[in-house]
C-alpha cells in the first residue's frame, strides 16, 4: 500500500514561517512527481509547488514557499515563510507517477496519489 504521511502543520502569526514534510511509504519518491497542495474551506484544491527534474511554484507562493526533497530519507518538504492568513488551509502532499522532464505540473488531476493533509492555519 502506497503511503504518504503529511506533518509540520499548525497555528503560526502572519509572517511567519513552518516547515511541511512528506513521508513516503512503499515507494521511492526519487523517480516521481511530487506535489504539494492545499484546500481552504469552500474552495477547491489549489496546486502550490512540485518537484521532479525540475520545481514549479504557483504565483501565489513564489519567493515564499521552497519545495525540497531528502532522497536518502525518502521525504519531501515545503519550507513555507512569510505566510498569510490566505495561505490558511489544509495542506496535501501528492504523488505524479509520471517523472517529468519538462515543467512539472500544479493541476491536482495529474496527481494519483495523495496524503491525508495537514492543517495550517496562519491568524493573529
Known amino acids: 500500500q502506497l503511503q504518504l504521511v503529511e506533518s509540520g502543520g499548525g497555528l503560526v502569526q502572519p509572517g511567519g514561517s513552518l516547515r511541511l514534510s512528506c513521508a513516503a511509504s512503499?515507494?521511492?519518491?526519487?523517480?516521481?512527481?511530487i506535489g504539494w497542495f492545499r484546500q481552504a474551506p469552500g474552495k477547491e484544491r489549489e496546486g502550490g509547488s512540485c518537484?521532479?527534474?525540475?520545481?514549479n511554484y504557483a504565483d501565489s507562493v513564489k519567493g515564499r514557499f521552497t519545495i525540497s526533497r531528502d532522497n536518502a530519507k525518502n521525504m519531501v518538504y515545503l519550507q513555507m515563510n512569510s505566510l498569510r492568513p490566505e495561505d490558511t488551509a489544509i495542506y496535501y502532499c501528492a504523488v505524479d507517477p509520471e517523472y517529468r522532464f519538462s515543467l512539472c505540473k500544479l493541476d491536482a488531476y495529474e496527481y494519483h496519489y495523495w496524503g491525508q493533509g495537514t492543517q495550517v492555519t496562519v491568524s493573529s
Open positions: 512503499e515507494f521511492t519518491l526519487d523517480y516521481y512527481t
Open positions: 518537484i521532479s527534474s525540475n520545481t
